[in-house]
């Protein structure tokens, strides 16, 4: 499996923290708020779109009623980004092995 | 659904522009979302600005992905196109050779019609250039303007600025032993301002200042000086009967393909003005150019009043008026050619012919892809059904199909391009004209071809994709659709087809027909075995005693080769003389003077009267059988007409009628020929009839001979049935294009028909091998197979031969001498299409009616 980029590991750990079915404007949010960093709804579109034809996330369309009256994309992760996040994480912790000494570990992230 | 501001509802439309469009328009609506909780929490100016980034970034990125997935589309529809291409290869085949062969013509006709539009306009200063003209009322002619006017104008007039007077005149260079004849112009020292013929070498000094000074045409100085520079060299040049030595001045540029003056060298006008540049009883052609602040139409106005002045001092200068032309128009003005000696000018009617020709091609060719197209929509109903079952909406399937004919027609470009860069030699043999190839950096050619490429895509891939793409999925896939050979459109156009083709053909037969009957009534003997040689234009007068001709006469007789020997005052033809008829209103006649074997030699046939060998009486005329019936009353034998015989009238008896003969155009009306017998007459002229076995050495022997006598002058001599071909050359050349305008249509339209049987072959194979079985003749199923198409060339018959017919009869009336139009010419027409129709058609049905057909029967 290929290793999953940066910015998809953001967006699908922020998803899986949004208890895996955020809409675009909470994990826009989200991220914003853990990171400062601003990510433009486009973005955010186009690469939830490449992830879900991956397999990775699924996305499914809230029609108008319950949330706020218009339509809204919910993204999930499947059980196959779940696997991705996984093998990211080890191959992060395989590359971060024997570095201590160098660079400290973070206390606290948050 | 809360109301949406205006800029909500547009960012939602542009978002909604990209695919997916529901998904990608909720971005806009996550954009406000968030703008509202932006103004919460950061204030107004923080929001603003982050929601401008917001949008600006989305933007970008979606429009990359985007194209990113329209090129993907591209790539697969452009597979889907190029399998189906390659699926029908002769079906592929036939409609990249129609139109690459269309499109090929039509950019030789742009060619052709782009270089009447820029004639002359090379020169820097063209809108200030003006040809001038004089008229005489009293008489009613035109002539060109008196010498000194030019510079009395330049002088006199703040209107005009320049003036540059041309002559021209041919000279013959010496190079050692080698005689070259060129054109050479005299001029006033004002032609290098006003017409912009750049200098390669040399500079452009005041001729007049130094006599015999040259310039010379670059293809001149390259014959004879190679690549070397020859400014201040000298050569020898013969203009009347002396050698005189002149200095190169310079050489000129390349002349430009598109030039109406053309010379092979330019010199001193005062060469060639013999009682000097001042006469008034001289005339020469006259250029002007007007002032820059000065409008030409202005002046054009008031010309007539500005010359007055100088016509008045002249004797009976009140008939007389001066006329200007600006010289932007003189290659389309056929009336500047009475004041000029500069290339003819060209017919609009050629520009408008060869243009329509070029579109009934390309029409041509356009049917055959539509045809075509949808006769071949059965094969792709399960294709284009199953693409719509998995998702294809109609617009897709469209935007392939127009795709498909893109591919096709752009392929066919590249390949007409070159086809016409490689015909273009052939087609300027045929139009007779140095068209120059368009150069592809220049953007003219690319806006052509882009309209080209619009028109004929839109004409061609619009109806077929319309169509195909409406097939509903259901409908094939439970296999209810059913495309029946009999569309009345496509029957239509086969029938346009053939009628377009039917009506080219029978313009050539009518055309050549008429080519060859006008080269008929020329003399019945083979003209190709008689030669012209020229002595009164190349040889001086002093050098032409009759002592010497007789000379050369005696000498050729005496060759091996020749047959017959004889000599006239005139060219063939004759000269123009007025003559009078009985109500003493005067005609212009061709008449001429000769030796006694005049008739022998060129096989002319006397029909009444006797041969002139015999007769007593030296001075005897011989009229044309046309003279004789148009200006004598009864037997002409014995008649007497008035004739100017060494400078005084006598009245001559007539005493004989020959047959009819003319060298020159038959399209107007000739009044006929009169033909004195007079062996002391001054003559100019030899007619040789060779014998065909050893004709190239007698000529050989007589040029050499010819040397002899009168050195340092061209043998000028020209085969008699070689100039007859030269006055119709322009009819022979129609002839031709429309003869292979007509090919080429014929073989489109029959290509069109070989593909559409092809179809309707495959679709009907089941059909023929049961007939076979069941016990039907190869005869019968070909019959079967014929009777869906002759009918419709019929059809087209009937369409074009009326048409034909009223087009023809009018090209026709103006022709003094004309052929009939008789019916046996539309019917061979007609039967020549038709009978490459039915071999077309037949051929293509013998494979499927030869095969076995259980072996048809069995691939179910």
Redesign the interface.
Known sequence: MKTLSKPDEILLLTILRLDNDA???DI??DIEDRTGK?I????L??SM?ILTKKGLAAKR?DE?GES??????FYTVTSEGIAALEASRKLHTKLWQGIDHIIDAPKDVS | MSRQSLWHRFLRWLFGLGYYRDETATIADDIFDHYEYLVKHRGRFAAFFLTFLQIAGSIHRLLISHTIWRLGMLKNSFRISLRHLKRNGIHTAINLMGLSIAIAWSVLVFCFVRDEFIFDKFHKDIDRLALVGAHDSQYGFEFTPHAPLGPALVSDSPEIVEAARLADEDGIIKIRDTLIQATFLGTDPDFFTMFTFPLKWGTSIDFTQRDHFLFLSHKISQKIFENANPVGRTIFVKFGNVFQDFEIAGVFEPLPETSSLTFDGVLSIDHFLKNGVNDWKQNVELFIKIAPESEMSDVVNRFEKITKPYLDALPRGEYLTYQLFPFKRYHRDNKMLFYSSLKPSSSPESSWILASIAGLILLLASINYINLAVAGMTYRLKDIGLRKILGAVRRQIFQQLMGETGIVLLASMVLGIIMAKWTLPLFRLLTARSVSFVSLTKPDIWLFCGALFVLVGSLTAVYPALLLSRIESSAVMRGRYRVTGRNPFSRALIVFQFAISVFLICLTLIISRQHHFLLGRHFGANLNQVMQINLAYSVSPEHLTQERIQDFKKFIASQPGVSHVTCSSARLGGEANVIKDFDGHGHIVFSSKVDFHFFSTLGLRIKQGSLPEEISNEHSLFVSEQFARKFIQGNPIGQTIERVMRASYKNIPIAGVIEDFNVLSLKRDVNGQVIQIDPDAEFGFLYVRFREESMPEAVSSIKKFYTHLWPDTLFDSIFVSDSVAQIYGQESRWSQIVRISASIALFIACSGLFGLTLLMIIRRRKEISIRRVLGAGPLQVMKLVQKNFLGLVLLGNCLACPCAYLVMHRWLRDFAHRTQLSWWIFALAAMVSFIIAALTVGLQSMKTIRTNPAHNLRIE
């Open positions: 809409s675009s404007i826009v949010r601003i433009t709804f486009g973005a579109w186009v779109d369309m108008p706020g009256g218009r339509k809204k994309i």
